[in-house]
């Protein structure tokens, strides 16, 4: 009788069966789990390590990190409501036309009606959210392509702005509107050579991110999933730290954090915790995976839809303001391209061009390597047109990988 011949990784009970992975094999899974969120970072940390070295060290320099994220506070906002919109399956071409608008009307009604600037950024804020439901209705309960209501829309607001600026330009604003764009948190303490509410920030920003990192592991070890070996997950938590202590050092180096970061630290915060642990995020990604099978597991999709404009709509308000703030003027030609950068920082940041992919701090990575790109070849005396020229390439390899990825898949 013929014997049947095993090999040692069947062999229940043998060593090799029994091994466990090495680090490599599990840090290799999980840059594969992950691949275009750790390789977003990666790509903009050896973005910025070039653009230090090439501009000489001025990068990094604690002035043009400032200016780095007041000049892109705006940009970062509607790469969030963007996001989230094209999760949905969806895509908003009138988001710069909306910002150029509600920062026109905010700025008629604080210079010419003196209206207090809290009162005008509130009522911006609702404008916003109108002409996101307006769009969002036609979207989501008539059925119209969401690219022909925002492309009507990018004409309406285009319109409505010239009209209420009549071709000029409204200045100045208040000061303290002024702030949400260029303004820093306020100095308390003792006087030292850094900015000390900035160092408490930061040393608060860090406790958070290593709670949530011990969190999510002792979480996948509970769900009976194999986590990150702790060699690994210190030098993790390392990175992490080495992170945050730099950036909040060069920070409270000069003026501190600017209002416009911690404005955008709140806004990834709430929606990254929506998207993540709310049933309305859940929804969303459903919904922009496949929408026919949510529908039929129960999850309102219309409402979903349009919800996600509202919020888009109060996102491109809000962003309107940052920008109406930086320039000290509501003008005719603000908003041109917006719409352009928040779709790139979206699909760079991991978006998929089908829907049902992508994350918040995803949209931010995005937006910053595209700012991080303007910044440094601006630095470096790049011309516009080339800036451009790389620009699109780096977005057609963002969408071109994952392409490549989801044929990958289905292979």
Known sequence: MAQTRTTPDSTPGTPEAGRRPSAAAVLARALRGNLRQYGMLLALALIVLLFQFWTGGILLQPLNITNLIQQNGYILILAIGMMIVIIAGHIDLSVGSLAAFVGAAAAVMMVEHRTPWPLALAVALLLGALAGAWQG????????????????????????????????????????????????????????????????????????????????????????????????????????????????????????????????????????????????????????????????????????????????????????????ARLNAGTPQAGINFELEAIAAAFIGGASASGGVGTVLGALTGGLVLGVLNNGMSLVGVGTDYQQVIKGLVLLAAVGFDVYNKRKAEA
């Open 137 to 324: 209705f036609w979207i989501a309960y008539l059925g119209v392509p969401s690219f022909i209501v925002t492309l009507a829309g990018m004409l309406l607001f285009r319109g409505g702005t010239q009209i209420l600026l009549q071709g000029q330009s409204v200045a100045p604003f208040p000061k303290g509107f002024q702030n949400i764009s260029s303004g820093f948190l306020p100095e308390v303490g003792p006087r030292t050579d850094y900015h000390n509410l900035t160092l408490l920030l930061g040393l608060a920003v860090l406790a958070v991110a290593v709670l949530q990192e011990v969190r999510r592991r002792r979480r996948a070890v509970s769900y009976g999933l194999r986590p990150l070996p702790a060699g690994l997950f210190l030098v993790k938590l390392g990175a992490i730290a080495a992170a945050v202590v730099t950036f909040t050092l060069l920070l409270a180096s000069y003026h501190g954090a600017p209002i416009v970061l911690l404005l955008l630290g709140v806004l990834l915060a709430v929606f990254g915790y929506v998207m993540r642990n709310s049933v309305l995020g859940r929804h969303t990604y459903a919904i922009g995976g496949n929408e026919a099978a949510a529908r039929l597991s129960g999850v309102k999709s219309k409402r979903v839809v349009f919800l996600a404009f509202v919020n888009m709509g109060v996102l491109a308000a809000l962003a309107g303001m940052v920008f109406a």
